[in-house]
């Protein structure tokens, strides 16, 4: 059986931070949901200390294989999740895994302490990759810096605490080093990449912020090579995603080392993708187990 940190997991194939409202699904599909949910596991939205009202609109805009997003982490803050979310979340059929992002290691360290503390949540994981939000680049894209904050947060709880890398930086691997070094159990990777575009009927940049994070298969290459070169440097668990649509894709990422992989952008296009995922993984792996040769990798 797969499993993530110790979490048994029914497949590799979880969901992408912010990518699967699952509240809102539930609200829509009704319980029927809870008895074939699409994920072995549910990654919250990220939430922060206080609440949020995120980006000004345009959030999204669609670009060749991908979108880009300034959604901008709107979200109730820390008491509404603790007091609303989390024991809507708690009802769902998986572990919980909830991720959180703070712009001091103060605030940090509370979120995971009071996160933590809660018996419903299986693991954490810290946003300090978002490239909408000025203070979660900054530890991200800085090996010190990530070791520092999990030094800092380590203490707070034996639960696993999973550091969800930026691909905005020259060396993923190094940062993900630091993430070792400071006791991080995991890694997921890749968030999204910088970009922007221009609304060509006004001339203007098409997202409110001005730019953004593209995510979906276009994508995809760009987070294959930081898996590979994450799982050269480290030992952690990986968490793949990055332009997930099927199996195959799936199949690509544990091929390279991710211990499990994340869907995200493809659930907007079908929210059952998630299961869909997982069953096409299965065949394909099944598949490329009765035929040789196997997938060389050096
Ligand atoms: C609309 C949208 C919202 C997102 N919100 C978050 C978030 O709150 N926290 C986070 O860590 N990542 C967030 N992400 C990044 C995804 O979790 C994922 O890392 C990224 O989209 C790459 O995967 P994908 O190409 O399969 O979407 C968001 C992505 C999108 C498209």
Redesign the pocket.
């Known amino acids: 059986m797969p499993e993530l940190c110790g979490i048994e997991l029914s497949t590799p194939v979880i969901n992408?931070?912010?990518?699967y409202d699952a509240i809102a699904a539930r609200s829509v599909f009704g319980d029927e949901l809870l008895d074939d949910f699409p994920f072995s596991a549910f990654?919250s939205?990220?939430i922060t200390p206080e609440p949020r009202a995120g980006n000004a609109p345009r959030r999204?805009w669609e670009t060749p294989s991908?979108?880009l997003?300034s959604?901008g982490?709107p979200n109730k803050g820390l008491e509404g999740f603790l007091a609303e979310d989390l024991p809507r979340l708690a009802e769902l059929p998986v572990p919980l895994i909830v991720?959180i992002?703070a712009t001091t290691r103060e605030d940090f360290a509370n979120c995971v302490e009071r996160v933590a503390r809660r018996p419903e949540v299986a693991a954490i994981?810290l946003?300090v990759?978002?490239p909408n939000v000025h203070s979660g680049l900054i530890v991200g894209e800085n090996p010190s810096e990530t070791e520092a904050l999990l030094e800092a947060l380590r203490p707070q709880t034996e639960k696993p605490l999973i550091v969800?890398l930026t691909p905005n930086t020259a060396a993923p691997a190094a940062v993900a080093a630091g993430a070792e070094r400071g006791g991080a159990d995991a890694v997921?990777?890749?968030?999204?990449l910088k970009g922007t575009a221009v609304d060509p009927a006004s001339g203007v940049p098409a997202l409110g912020n001005g730019y953004g994070?593209l995510?979906?298969?276009a994508?995809?290459p760009v987070?294959l090579e930081q898996v590979r070169s994450v799982r050269a440097r480290v030992g952690l668990s990986i968490v793949g995603?990055?332009?997930?649509s099927s199996g195959a894709d799936a199949a690509e990422f544990l091929a390279l080392g991710a211990t499990v992989v994340?869907?995200?952008?493809?659930s907007?296009r079908d929210p059952r993708a998630g299961s869909r995922v997982a069953a096409e993984l299965e065949c394909t792996l099944l598949s490329e187990r009765s035929s040789a040769p196997a997938l060389h990798l050096d």
């Open positions: 992408a931070s912010g990518t990654v939205k990220t999204i991908g979108m997003n959604i982490l991720s992002m994981e946003n990759s978002c969800k997921s990777l890749i968030n999204t994070g995510s979906g298969p994508v995809r987070a995603m990055g332009g997930i994340a869907v995200g952008t493809e907007f």
